[in-house]
């Protein structure tokens, strides 16, 4: 146990201590705001505080967690032992920046609240992020930051123990799109036809003849595939689905047709399964409840997990809608366009709702990447990619992380030219990750 003194007690500083000391370090905490009492106390202890006492570990505070606004933050960004941190302090302090500040600062997504200039998809731009700014996205920050403060503390209280979490791999599919060509209906099976009359792709068209006609396997039903792989490697998946209505950025089959409700039922007789909200149901919380009371009432299973369409966020507008549907977990804290740590931790955490000041139970597990950044951003080669995606897998196993990349079915179809190759990437992951 450790004692940390601080001048004024806030959610905040509960929060952040909570998934440093406890979730990130195993260790349980007791607090204190009596100078008389810290000073005496022999057991490890820090002082988080703008005084310097002389007594224990002096980590210099910041404005921030005992603010109950939102508002721009003067970060003073550095860099300790090789890693950027931000938040800078004086020399008093054990180390040169706050980290529980720091830490408190990305994973409440507390830019994400301030003004900013949205994406074509009202979506917070990688590029608008502090860490992409500091050329730190890459980087778990709060987990490095986290392990500094293990340093101070083995190096102050030798025989103090730490039980930090333990690495772990789930693989997740995204279901964007059920079919290629089979459940669409006859006039999208027309205009498919059409289309590939029109741009001359006789061999679509054969394709899409053998699957209607020839009852050939649809190209999009790559199941099997991973199913394969899952019972070789002995790893788990988490499936998500979609299940709105069509639109523009919604092309799946629709959720009335029979054979998407018994692909799904298959999937989920085998692995978990989530949903996958559509497009414009992160602007209505009616159509995201539909959504969700369908796929269930389908499945006659509960829905308790949740990875956005377009990896759509919205705060705290989109997590406050999956607390109120009674979603325990979302997967959706990373950006599309580029690879890395959007709240700059690998490990799970709750969700603190900044505007209400309270911790919440929704647990929020991040990604690092899908495999659409690679293939639609960044325009890389399987090869290429690969190279990022085992610094991401010797990343998440170095801090105990829990590492959940980002995958959809159709790509392992590998249907299309860009598609070609994937599939032994993703086969080299699995056999680095498991």
């Not at 092309?251 to 054979?259: D, E, F, G, H, Q």
Request: glycine share 6%; with cysteine; charged share 25%.
């Amino acid at each position: 146990m450790i004692l940390i003194y601080t001048t004024g007690m806030s959610p905040r500083i509960r929060y952040i201590t909570r998934l440093i000391f406890k979730g990130l370090l195993g260790l349980e905490i007791r607090y204190t705001n009596d100078k008389e009492e810290f000073l005496q106390a022999t057991m490890p202890k820090i002082n988080y505080s703008k005084d310097f006492l002389q007594s224990g570990i002096y980590l210099q505070a910041a404005n921030i967690l005992f603010e109950t606004d939102i508002s721009e933050q003067e970060v003073r960004t550095g860099q300790y032992q090789g890693i950027p941190t931000i938040f800078g302090t004086s020399k008093q302090s054990h180390l040169p920046f706050d980290p529980l500040a720091a830490s408190f600062y990305l994973v409440s997504r507390y830019e994400e609240y301030i003004p900013f200039i949205p994406d074509e998809h009202l979506r917070f731009p990688a590029q608008e992020s502090l860490q992409y700014k500091m050329d730190a996205l890459s980087i778990p920050l709060v987990n490095a930051w986290a392990e500094m403060i293990a340093e101070l503390l083995e190096k102050h209280y030798p025989n103090l123990s730490f039980k930090k979490p333990q690495y772990r791999f789930i693989n997740s599919v995204d279901i964007d799109n059920a079919a290629a060509f089979l459940g669409k209906g006859i006039f999208r099976a027309i205009g498919g036809y059409i289309q590939d009359i029109i741009s001359l792709n006789f061999r679509k068209a054969w394709a899409r003849t053998r699957c209607i006609f020839l009852g050939e396997k649809d190209p999009f039903d790559t199941f099997d595939y991973v199913q394969e792989l899952q019972e070789r490697y002995r790893f788990q998946s988490i499936y998500f689905a979609l299940f709105g209505r069509m639109g523009q950025y919604d092309r799946s089959l629709t959720r009335y047709s029979t054979r998407l409700q018994r692909y799904l039922k298959g999937i989920a007789d085998f692995t978990e399964m989530g949903i996958h909200p559509s497009y414009r149901s992160n602007e209505s919380f009616e159509w995201l409840e539909e959504e969700i009371t369908a796929l269930q009432r389908v499945l006659k299973k509960d829905i308790s997990k949740s990875r956005q369409h377009f990896l759509k966020l919205s705060f705290p507008t989109t997590y406050r809608n999956l607390l109120q549907l009674e979603v325990t977990d979302d997967y959706s804290m990373g950006y599309a366009s580029e690879h890395g740590f959007r709240a700059g931790i690998c490990t799970p955490f709750r969700f603190y709702d900044l505007e209400q000041e309270i911790e919440t139970p929704l647990v929020i597990h991040p990604f690092p990447f899908m495999d659409g950044t690679f293939i639609y951003y960044q325009q890389k080669k399987p090869e290429e990619a690969w190279t990022i995606i085992k610094y991401y897998i010797d990343t998440y196993r170095k801090y105990g992380g829990e590492f959940i990349p980002i995958w959809h079915n159709r790509i392992f179809s590998e249907k299309e030219a860009e598609w070609e190759g994937w599939n032994s990437v993703f086969e080299k992951m699995v056999q680095a990750a498991v």
